[in-house]
């Protein structure tokens, strides 16, 4: 069974880094085709598609905003986890993580998403 | 990398068939055979329900159908029912990266 859970703080503060982790079960992250991205949604806004990283380590990022992001992986813990610098207020959303296997290029299982509010 | 557009709402009465459209350019869905369609009922997980333009997962009703042609792709839904009330999101591949649509809420009259 294929799970995945997203955790990190609920508040931040303007120009903090914020660091969300990604735990996920059921598959690991060395086989061949895996990923796993970030994906965020704004209140009463859309999805919005952050990080991706790939089973051999590669790395993308949304053009707009690779510069503030940073997406590693522990393939022993499970973990994918995703930094963003530079913090504001607009950042405020609901952020998940999904899976992507076998070199497919949609998201067929989701974490629930977990809220970031970037306040002061 | 910008938004592909949908239509901001959709409705239909039970029963009936709608279609939503998702609009890209040809860097993105008029070149990739790869858009996939996502339900979203709000404080759940995006849920696939379409992927490679009209493919459908194990346990997707066959009611969700979708097309492509040129740089617009579209999700139709027959038969709707009161359940299919949810935002519907479209998203492409596009060159490494991946770009999502603006978003459509459907509501069953």
């Known amino acids: 069974q294929v799970t995945l859970k997203e955790s990190g703080p609920a508040l931040v503060k303007p120009t903090q880094t914020l660091t969300m982790t990604c735990t996920f079960s059921?598959?690991?992250?060395?086989?061949?085709?895996?990923?796993v991205s970030w994906i965020r949604q704004p209140p009463g806004k859309a999805l919005e598609w952050l990080a991706q990283?790939?089973?051999?380590?590669?790395?993308f990022y949304s053009t707009s905003l690779k510069t503030r992001l940073t997406i590693s992986k522990d393939t022993s813990k499970n973990q994918v986890v995703l930094t963003m610098t530079n913090m504001d207020p607009v950042d405020t959303a609901t952020y998940y993580c999904?899976?992507?296997?076998?070199?497919?290029?949609?998201?067929?299982?989701w974490g629930q998403g977990t809220l970031v509010t970037v306040s002061s | 990398q910008s938004a592909l557009t949908q239509p901001a709402s959709v409705s239909g009465s039970p029963g009936q068939s709608i279609t939503i459209s998702c609009t890209g350019t040809?860097?993105?869905?008029?070149?990739?055979?790869?858009v996939s369609w996502y339900q979203h009922h709000p404080g759940k997980a995006p849920n696939l329900i379409l992927y490679?333009?009209?493919k459908r997962p194990s346990g997707v009703s066959d009611r969700f159908s979708g097309s492509k042609s040129g740089n617009t792709a579209s999700l139709t839904i027959s038969g709707l029912q009161a359940e299919d009330e949810a935002d519907y999101y479209c998203?492409?591949?596009?060159?490494?990266?991946?770009?999502f649509g603006t978003g459509t809420k459907v509501t069953v009259v």
């Open positions: 998203c492409s591949y596009a060159n490494s990266l991946y770009v």
């Open positions: 059921g598959f690991s992250l060395s086989t061949s085709g895996m990923r």
């Open positions: 990283i790939h089973w051999d380590d590669d790395k």
């Open positions: 999904a899976r992507q296997y076998n070199w497919n290029n949609h998201f067929d299982y």
């Open positions: 490679e333009v009209s």
């Open positions: 040809s860097s993105d869905v008029g070149t990739y055979n790869l």
